[in-house]
């Protein structure tokens, strides 16, 4: 079984910063892209930012030049580091996975429970 696990979440002021942090733990054989959704409420789920093992990254047009997402070398974390935060990034941020399982099986997407963050003065 695959767990990602998502810290980082919490309140902070219109401006500031928060480092998001997802750790994939468990059994399997290989993770290939990894990235940061998020849902507010009354709002669809949409993508923030991913990247893949290779290293390549995407971002939606409301958070490029203010978020950055990375991996650390053993590609199984993912961090967003997000600054000059605004009200309208106020939602959960859910941690996704693309899991290889086992090898030559098709990836499966996993996804965390989710983290608050909250921009409010």
């Known amino acids: 079984q695959v767990q990602l696990v998502e810290s980082g979440g919490g309140l902070v002021q219109p401006g500031g910063s928060l480092r998001l942090s997802c750790a994939a733990s468990?059994?399997?054989?290989?993770?290939?892209?990894m990235g940061w959704y998020r849902q507010a409420p009354g709002k669809q789920r949409e993508l923030v930012a991913r990247i893949t093992s290779g290293g390549s990254t995407e971002y939606t047009d409301s958070v490029k030049g203010r978020f950055i997402v990375s991996r650390d070398g053993a590609k199984k974390s993912v961090y967003l580091q997000m600054n000059s935060l605004k009200p309208e990034d106020t939602a959960v941020y859910h941690c996704?996975?693309?899991?290889?399982?086992?090898?030559?099986?098709?990836?499966?997407?996993?996804w965390g429970q989710g983290t608050q963050v909250t921009v409010s003065s």
């Open positions: 996704n996975a693309d899991v290889v399982t086992v090898i030559r099986a098709p990836q499966k997407a996993y």
């Open positions: 468990g059994s399997f054989f290989s993770i290939n892209a």
